[in-house]
C-alpha cells in the first residue's frame, strides 16, 4: 500500500450474462475492467481490484467482494455513487467502505457460497433467459439434495475440478448443500472454504444425472471416491450460477451478506 493510501472494500452486484467472466482479458469485456474503470473516474486515478472469487463467463454474483489500495480520499457514498454513474446497467455497486489494511477480499473469506438455478419446466423462458439453466425433463429436488450428502466435510474433490484448475490442492471443505424447490424452480446451493474451477457447475452436472439412479446418494460418493473428473456429470450451463454471499471474520465490520438459506422469494431474481 502506498504512504497515505487507504484499503477500500465494496461488494459489487453483477449479471455475468454479457461479459467473458470476471477477470480481465485483452479483447473481450469483462466484470474487472468495467468495475476498474468506474473506480478510476471517482479516484481521478488508475485502480487495480482484487476479488473474493474469479466468476466465468456468462455467471452472475449478488454479493462479490472486494478491494483496492488507493490514495483518493472518497465517502463511501461517493464511491458507491459514483462508479455506478460509470457502469453499465448489468454491474452495480451496493457498497464500499474503508478496511483495516490487514483486509484481503480472496484470503480473509472464511466461507464462499452459490447458488444455481434451475427452470424445470417442459417450455423455456423468455425471462429467465441468462439467469437460469433450462432443464425440460422432470427433477426430483428431494433425491438431489439426498445425493448431496456425501460431499459435506473435507474431501478430495478432484472429480468436480476443470482440466484448467490451477489450484495446488484439490481438497475443500463444503459446509452445507441443500436443494430446494420453489414451483418451476429449483435451487442448489452449496457453502464451502473454497471451490475449484468449475467445481460447481460439475457437481450440479452430476446431481442432474445420479437424481434418477436407484441409489442417488451411493452414485454421487461412487463419483466423489473416484477423484476422476471423467467419472462426474457434464460441466453445467454457467447462465445458472450465482455467487451468493462471501463470510468474513466480524473484526473487518464488511456489511452482513445475504442469508445463505434458500427463500422462498429467491426465484424472484430470475
Known amino acids: ?71 483518493a480520499a472518497r465517502t463511501p457514498r461517493a464511491w458507491v455513487l459514483g ?15 474503508e478496511v483495516d489494511p490487514a483486509f ?27 439467469r437460469a439453466a433450462w432443464i425440460h425433463r422432470p427433477l426430483d429436488a428431494a433425491a438431489m439434495e439426498r445425493a448431496l450428502h456425501p460431499l459435506l466435510g473435507e474431501h478430495d474433490f478432484s472429480s468436480f475440478r476443470s482440466i484448467e484448475c490451477q489450484s495446488a490442492t ?10 430446494a424447490r420453489h414451483g418451476d424452480y429449483v435451487w442448489i446451493e452449496l457453502t464451502a472454504n473454497a471451490f475449484l474451477h468449475h467445481m460447481v457447475r460439475n457437481i450440479v452436472g452430476t446431481l442432474l444425472e445420479v437424481q434418477s439412479a436407484a441409489d442417488p446418494v451411493a452414485a454421487m460418493a461412487t463419483v466423489l471416491e473416484a477423484r476422476d473428473r471423467r ?7 454457467a447462465e445458472g450460477l450465482y455467487l451468493w454471499r462471501v463470510d468474513y471474520p466480524a473484526a473487518f465490520a464488511l456489511p452482513s451478506p445475504p442469508p445463505a ?4 422469494a429467491a426465484a424472484d431474481l430470475v
Open 104 to 130: 484481503h477480499a480472496r484470503h480473509s473469506a472464511l466461507r464462499r457460497t452459490y447458488r444455481y438455478c434451475i427452470l424445470n419446466r417442459s417450455a423455456r423462458s423468455a425471462l429467465a433467459r441468462g
Open 1 to 71: 500500500m502506498p504512504d497515505g493510501g487507504r484499503r477500500v472494500a465494496a461488494v459489487v452486484e453483477y449479471d455475468g450474462t454479457d461479459y467473458a467472466g470476471w477477470q480481465s482479458q485483452a479483447h473481450a469485456p469483462t466484470i474487472q475492467a468495467a468495475v476498474e474503470s468506474a473506480l478510476a473516474f471517482v479516484a481521478g486515478r488508475e485502480i487495480a481490484v482484487t476479488c473474493a472469487g474469479r466468476t466465468d463467463a456468462g455467471v452472475h454474483a449478488l454479493a462479490q467482494v472486494l478491494h483496492f489500495d488507493t490514495e
Open 261 to 264: 438459506a434458500i427463500l422462498g
Open 83 to 97: 462508479a455506478n454513474t460509470r457502469l453499465p446497467r448489468a454491474i452495480a455497486l451496493q457498497w464500499a467502505g
Open 231 to 237: 467419472r462426474a456429470g457434464m460441466t453445467a450451463p
Open 170 to 179: 484439490p481438497v475443500r471443505r463444503i459446509e452445507a448443500a441443500r436443494v
